[in-house]
């Protein structure tokens, strides 16, 4: 069946529930959400097919949310590839493209109460863009009851698994920690589902910005995941870390700028203070960068221990 596509929060509800009450599935009753801001690529696609192959119908929202960017000029030069995105969506088994204009998500102008991030949206990323994830967390608050299934899709099953999911890539580490926290925090009925980072051959993280990069700044930003792979490969053999070191390759490499590279606690995200430069490493953390190359900004992370 074609994918359909809508506009409207009511003809999301319609036609979800539509959808819901007809599919035949190996998951009856089951709904995957994917939020997405466009200009899709192969990570994206495996976002899709996670929830696919886990849910009776999947609604992908398709959404550039003002509220994320401090720039007005950046907010203008996100890519919008609607059609193509339709394609991958289709292509990846996607029943359901939720695509509304700014006015519907936010018919009175921009929203006098959002969602605040707290401390942990002013860490790593938050530093560097304020308010930020303020306006994500509000957007996918907004957009997790605009998919939420009627009233009886709520209860757990045998497994303890929601029937209403929705699924977040691993690379945004930060976003992930802290839509799981607005979730538990304030008891939205969705369980959230991670799903691994894809790279390309090289290691590059797949991002809708790297299509800005030239061909010798993408050589650059291959830098990224070089120092994460080091940082791991320490890791790994119970080394000290030697961040310092790590941070050295990254400011060595032309057109790259540097803004943090920081091994932090999987859950709490805060710096780890032990085990870190000089001493063995011991248990678990994730190694989070970010850098300036050319005129794009680049995340990156991987898991440590």
Do not use: W
């Not at 009753?29 to 990570?43: I, K, N, S």
């Not at 990323?125 to 303020?134: I, L």
């Not at 790297?210 to 830098?223: G, P």
Request: hydrophobic share 45%.
């Amino acid at each position: 069946m074609a994918i359909i596509k809508v506009s409207t929060l009511a003809q999301l509800k319609v036609a979800s529930a539509q959808l819901l009450g007809s599919k035949k599935s190996a998951n009856p009753g089951t709904l995957g959400f994917v939020p997405t801001m466009g200009a899709l690529h192969r990570g994206h696609a495996a976002l899709a097919r996670a929830a696919v192959a886990e849910n009776a119908v999947v609604v992908a929202s398709v959404f550039v949310n003002p509220l994320q960017f401090g720039d007005a000029v950046d907010l203008d030069r996100y890519p919008r590839t609607t059609e193509a995105d339709l394609m991958l969506l289709e292509d990846a088994g996607v029943d359901i493209m939720f695509a509304p204009a700014v006015e519907e998500m936010y018919p009175s102008g921009e929203p006098a109460v959002r969602v605040t991030a707290g401390k942990l949206g002013d860490l790593h990323e938050g530093a560097s863009r304020p308010g930020h994830f303020d306006g994500a967390l509000t957007v996918v608050a907004k957009l997790l009851h605009a998919g939420r299934p009627e009233a009886g899709l709520t209860e757990p099953d045998k497994n303890g698994r929601l029937p209403y999911r929705a699924y977040f890539g691993e690379k945004d580490a930060q976003q992930l920690a802290l839509v799981k926290r607005m979730v538990a925090d304030l008891n939205f009925p969705v369980d959230i589902v991670p799903v691994p980072t894809v790279r390309d051959d090289d290691g590059l993280a797949l991002s809708s910005r790297n299509r800005f990069l030239s061909a010798k700044e993408r050589e650059s930003a291959l830098i990224l995941s070089r120092a994460l792979r080091l940082l791991r490969r320490r890791a790994d053999a119970h080394e000290p870390l030697d961040i310092l070191s790590a941070e050295e390759l990254v400011h060595m490499t032309p057109g790259v700028e540097l803004d943090y590279l920081e091994v932090v606690d999987p859950q709490t995200l805060q710096v780890r203070a032990e085990n870190c430069q000089d001493t063995p490493f011991t248990g678990e953390a994730l190694a989070l960068i970010a850098a300036k190359v050319g005129p794009v900004r680049l995340i990156d992370n991987i898991k440590l221990g």
